[in-house]
């Protein structure tokens, strides 16, 4: 029984955690509000120095070819300071697609670029008024001859840190499917408002937009699903790294901060409060590893593990964000102190690429819960 | 990461399981499980059961050999509290003797103290109680008022203690007394093992809000005991207790596996029942229900793995296992309350007329007392936030 990190994935994350320190924390993010993304795209560049990139690429494609469980104590830290970009779409979602779907054509073109930090990837699926998994999507993509051309609108597509390759989501001919798009095809980018400004939500639009398929047609849902998996373990880390730094604080202010003479701290209600933030933050934390380990070595339960620990943490996470702001008091509530930017992430997190629901649908439907149906269901994630 | 066992591990989980399956009494794997009513019965097939146990040699695995225990490492303690869940094995009569008295006894005993005490305990002719709360010592074990005064050679013991669970069965009492006042107060207690064979000990079950009568009040009057019987050195019984506590390494095992078993039984029971024709599962409340019950008992097992992992590493459990008994209590408690709930209006019937023959209603009772036995929630509480978060203590304390 070792149900730890190992030493090195606990080093890498001291270097990782000391570099975002010393950039200042959540400076890089409140930079990024501000209008300045100077500061984020530093640090991009200089976690891909560190090799953070490399993690998931394969060697092949000059990459460190390691699992789920190395990119751990990297969300976990860049999670922790808000850090604002595309790590996680790019190094959790794309290189995952690519790597697994991608023809050795399109894994030589874009891995290395990956791995190096000289391109950062995004996914471009969602569509207005459609679920996450909808029957059909109104974006088409149409054979022309060896080629395809995309067309129509998607949305909520994360563009901060200036992608250079979309995998976008269409209608072909064989179904839902997948497409490489790059990033100077699209006809218009139309940012969106977001409650967690650290973010960069856009509307895109592609008018026969050219295109290349994405592994086999009709399969993109399935694709989708199965990186998710990969996702949603990076996700989580992100989440647990900001708890960590929540409950951290939180206990921090109840120490100094005094009322009725004595600190806080020390009263049951504030106290217990933490308590019980603490608490979920090791059960996150553990669920959260678990998936990892579930994902890296493709263990029979990493459906349930990886959207148990997305259901668990999504919603810990925005409690323990709404705590925090309660403890601090009327400090809490005002736009000085970091809580209010832990709250927003936390609620974009849980409405990014699924949400509870979906997590507990997914898990549920892994443990055969409901085996009278599952005979000719379709895999879930 | 690792979760496989070692072959030396699984030879261990093989042995034991061939034993059970030979050994557990007639019926019992097949699901016959029912315990005799009587008090001398209920009694005897307890301690019937201890003695095979220590026949078998797997009454007390983790007490070194030489006191005929297995020496066994952590994991096989953990594999052994694993295995006994998964057979809803009979409780083990003499827990407190084992796992408290016994390992006490090894490290700060006297000679003689483990001479009288220890095979004893092994094979189960001496049953121990636990002898710490009181009317008025409860969550604040300090204000204990049970008095030992020393007379003429011997100690006179007058007060009583309460929740002092199989007292109606044993023999023997590890019994806090005040025997000072001076101080602080956390001096001036002593432990002593107490024998409950005396006219100065009387004993009354106490029933419990499940209808069951496992604890009791004890009433001490004049009862006596002697200087041999005090464990370390008078007045220094909190001393004993910190010891104590601090051979717990396996942390709550048990609990943990108990609660993962009984969370399958109640996806099984939202599998089984149905509603209108369809299984209860089908409705998306209860899926979504049974999902968060799924992801959070999962999280309590794997925390306490990562505790346990924190303890092969570095010899003693680290901090953070203190919180395995919260999670692990409450999620019981919540547990039975969806198990409830989802039974719809049959949720308020028990017994044989209720579903699964009031499994659930029985055990939706019984959770109630682990958030308060041994250590409240609150107490838990306190102790993480003051000892893991470092928060200021609470005055008073």
Known sequence: MDFSLNEEQELFRSAVRKYLKDLGGTGTARATIRGDDEPARAAASGLAEMGINAIPV???????????????????ETGRVLLPGLQLETLALAVPLITNYGTEEQKKRWLPLAASGESAFSVAWYETGRSLFPETFACTATRIDNRYELSGV?????????????????????????????????????????????QLPAELSFRNAHAELLGEPGKGQDML?????????????????????????????????????????????????????????????????????????????????????????????????????????GIGFTEELDCHLYLKRARYWDHYFGSVRDSRKAAAGSLGWHARQTADAAPVS | MDFTLTKKEEAFRDELRSWLSVNLPEGWLEGKRTLPESKEAYSRFLRDWQRKLYEGGWAAISWPEAYGGRNATLMEEI?????????????????????????????????????????????????????YSEPNAGSDLTAIETAAVKKDGRWIINGQKVWTSFAHLADRCFLLARTGQSGKKHEGITVFLLDMNQEGVETRPITQMDGREEFNEVYLTDAIAHDEDIVGEEGKGWSVLIALMLHERSGIAAEVFTLEQQFEEVAEMARTLTSDGKPIIEDPFIEDGLADLYARISGARLNYYRNITHTLKNGKPGPESSLDKLLVSELGKELFDFAMTIQGHAGVLAGGDAPFDGAMQHQYLASFGATIGGGTSEVQRNTIGERILGLPKDLGR
């Not at chain 1, 209608?171 to 650290?198: N, Y």
């Not at chain 2, 407190?96 to 006490?104: D, W």
């Not at chain 2, 009288?116 to 305990?121: F, G, S, T, V």
């Open chain 1, 58 to 76: 394969p060697e092949q494609q000059d990459g460190l070819g390691l699992g789920a469980l190395d990119l751990v104590p990297v969300f976990e």
């Open chain 1, 154 to 198: 998607k949305t909520l597509v994360p563009v901060t840190g200036s992608p250079d390759l979309f995998i976008v989501g269409a209608e072909a001919p064989g179904g839902t499917s997948l497409f490489l798009v790059e990033a100077s095809e699209a006809a218009s980018v139309r940012p969106l408002s977001c409650l967690d400004e650290t």
């Open chain 2, 79 to 131: 594999i052994y509290h694993q295995e006994m869940v998964r057979v809803k094995s009979p409780p083990l009569v003499n827990y407190v003797g084992i796992h408290m008295v016994a390992p006490t006894l090894m490290q700060m005993g006297t000679d003689q103290q483990k001479e009288a005490y220890i095979e004893n305990i092994l094979t189960g002719n001496h049953v121990w109680s636990q002898g």
């Open chain 1, 225 to 329: 699903r199965e990186a998710l998996l990969h996702f949603n373990t990076a996700l989580v880390s992100g989440m647990v790294g900001g708890m960590d730094e929540l409950v951290k604080i939180t206990a921090e202010y109840a120490k100094i901060r005094v009322q009725f003479n004595q600190p806080i701290g020390r009263f049951q209600a504030i106290k217990h409060r933490i308590v019980d933030m603490k608490l979920d933050l090791e059960t996150a934390r553990s669920l959260s590893h678990y998936a990892a380990w579930a994902v890296e070595t493709g263990a029979d339960d990493r459906i349930a593990a990886v959207h148990s620990a997305r259901s668990f943490a999504s919603r810990a996470y925005i409690k323990a964000a709404g705590d925090s702001i309660q403890i601090h008091g």
